[in-house]
């Protein structure tokens, strides 16, 4: 399994950007996919999740209203609708990928059993 994350870059503060992950080789059937972000000399943390069928959402507080996760199953790809960027947004995007979606947890890193190589998003202001 691999995953594959792009769609980064170098925007200004208001601008908009919309991360892709691919994802090649079999998980199972009802895997889902999240984003988290990593900014310099900080901890990981969740930006946003979806299940299998896209119906069941979640985004960090901190994006909620600018950021939209959604996912195509037939290209296997998930992805990452960001609006209104702020440089607070600058951070290595990751995704990730869950075998066993329940819909709980999804916050947690722990909760995933695959993850992807990440994709710089810079926001200036």
């Known amino acids: 399994v691999q995953l594959q994350a792009s769609g980064g870059g170098s925007v200004q503060a208001g601008d908009s950007l919309r991360l892709s992950c691919a994802v090649s080789?079999?998980?199972?059937?009802?895997?889902?996919m999240a984003w988290f972000r990593q900014a310099p000399g900080k901890e990981r943390e969740f930006v946003a999740a979806i299940g299998w069928s896209g119906g069941s959402t979640h985004h960090a507080d901190s994006v909620k209203g600018r950021f939209t996760i959604s996912r195509d199953n037939a290209k296997n790809t998930v992805y990452l609708q960001m609006n209104v960027l702020k440089p607070e947004d600058t951070a290595v995007y990751y995704c990730?990928?869950?075998?066993?979606?329940?819909?709980?947890?999804?916050?947690?890193?722990?909760?995933?059993?695959?993850w992807g190589q990440g994709t710089l998003v810079t926001v200036s202001s």
């Open positions: 990730a990928a869950d075998r066993t979606w329940s819909g709980r947890g999804v916050a947690f890193r722990r909760a995933y059993d695959y």
């Open positions: 080789g079999r998980i199972s059937s009802n895997y889902g």
